[in-house]
Nanobody, 115 residues
């Protein structure tokens, strides 16, 4: 089995920064991608950023230039550096890993951007 554990969420003021981390354990081999998603209660879960096994990355347009994904998919670890945060970034952030077409999810970490 696969377990993903996120950490690093919390309360931050607008314009501030946070870094989220995700650590995988168990059968982490053969992950093809690791992703970050976010979800506001009552709304759909939105994709934020992706890291491929080979190291390539991409981010959603809404966070491009502010959020950076880093890590090592082969080791089951990714982070999300979030800068210049705004209240619109408030959400539960989820780590995701995909292996052989199956999605694995962490339980999420809450990020609240408020003054």
């Amino acid at each position: 089995q696969v377990q993903l554990v996120e950490s690093g969420g919390g309360l931050v003021q607008p314009g501030g920064s946070l870094k989220l981390s995700c650590v995988g354990s168990g059968d982490i081999f053969q992950f093809s991608t690791m992703n970050w998603y976010r979800q506001v209660p009552g709304k759909q879960r939105d994709w934020v950023a992706i890291m491929f096994r080979g190291g390539a990355t991409n981010t959603a347009g809404s966070v491009k230039g502010r959020f950076t994904i880093a890590g090592d998919v082969t080791k089951g670890t990714v982070s999300l550096q979030m800068n210049n945060l705004s209240p619109e970034d408030t959400a539960v952030y989820y780590c995701n890993a995909r292996k052989k077409g199956i999605d694995y999810w962490g339980e999420g970490t809450l990020v609240t951007v408020s003054s």
